[in-house]
């Protein structure tokens, strides 16, 4: 068997369509054309004597060879990068590049907070920052063009490594005048999906905040989804519903004033948990606790 023509390179391939499930999408990962990344696909089967994925015209299926080489190959590229990493390691900790992901809902929020501070403590740290929504973060770290990801734990933890770092409370917030404005007490049980305002799919805090909802009032979503919390906090000032606010995010902007609310619960169990997470294999697994510890001490929560 030719091994030597398959390359570290053609294994981020394979890894790519199988976490993407599509070509396009993979291709856009890695920085190829999508021929290319095809073309590539079809030398690997040939090479292995095995179909890797079942094409069609509208989908990619991975098949059960395609999973157990997909696994096997996450294995090479995690130790070859635990050589690379070993080449240009210093005594000195968080040195040296570093891809991190957050989720959108959390990202303008936290970070603005804690990238002044931990440059101070780390000045060799090169930090490649990106947003997005927390199935595409994943996808991404697992297919290694993240190294770590601040998130919301909503998603399957198989082969990777979570850090916590604290709890963010959720806040309600309601036009002014709303009943729920001047609920005594504030319950989540007062919640009902068909009032709120909500995130677009693929954002975690969309499904937090239903699942917030009693199970009999998780129905009837309204048409319109809002794509940033931004979108959400004007929606809500015009009276199209009240929604729920992650802590951090949980601005005062002058032109809503006297239009808009935020309400706390007295339940402290209303929140989301943030944790920072890797790779399992990752090869500077010490570099990311240090990032985690140092978040988490920074950190600033009620």
């Known amino acids: 068997m030719a091994m030597p023509s398959i390359t570290l390179r053609d294994l981020e ?16 990962a890695v920085n190829v054309s999508q021929p290319t990344l095809s073309g590539q696909i079809r030398k ?17 299926v991975i098949t059960e060879a395609g999973r157990k080489h997909t ?22 900790p968080l040195a040296g590049s570093l891809k991190l992901g957050a989720i959108a809902t959390l990202g303008p929020y936290y970070l603005p907070h804690v990238l002044g501070p931990l440059h101070k403590a780390f000045p060799s740290l090169d930090l490649h920052l990106r947003e997005g929504q927390t199935s595409e973060l994943i996808s991404d770290l697992r297919a290694g063009t ?13 082969g990777l490594q979570l850090f916590a770092l604290f709890f963010e409370p959720f806040l309600l917030l309601t036009p002014k005048g709303h009943p729920l404005a001047n ?45 940033s919390i931004e979108t959400l906090r004007q929606l809500v000032a015009t009276g199209h519903g009240y929604t729920l606010i992650p802590y951090l995010a949980a601005t005062t902007d002058k032109r809503l004033k006297g239009l808009i ?42």
């Open 146 to 158: 993240l190294d770590a990801v601040l998130a919301s734990p909503t998603f399957p933890t198989d």
């Open 261 to 302: 609310r935020y309400r706390t619960f007295p339940d402290k169990s209303v929140g989301r948990e943030i944790v920072l997470v890797c790779r399992k294999r990752f090869g500077r697994i010490e570099d990311i606790n240090a990032l985690a510890t140092f978040l988490k001490t920074n950190s600033r929560m009620p």
């Open 13 to 28: 391939y394979l890894v790519a369509v199988a976490e993407y499930g599509h070509f396009g999408k993979a291709a856009r």
């Open 71 to 92: 696994v096997q190959a996450r294995v090479v590229l995690e130790e070859a990068q635990k050589l690379a990493d070993l080449a240009h390691s210093t005594a000195e």
């Open 183 to 227: 609920r005594d007490p504030l319950r989540s049980l007062d919640l009902r999906a068909s009032e709120m305002v909500l995130l677009e799919d693929g954002h975690c805090l969309k499904d937090q905040a239903l699942q917030l909802c009693p199970k009999n009032r998780r129905g009837n979503l309204r048409h319109y989804q809002a794509t």
């Open 44 to 60: 690997i089967e040939d090479v292995l004597g095995v179909t890797l994925f079942e094409r069609t015209n509208r989908s990619v």
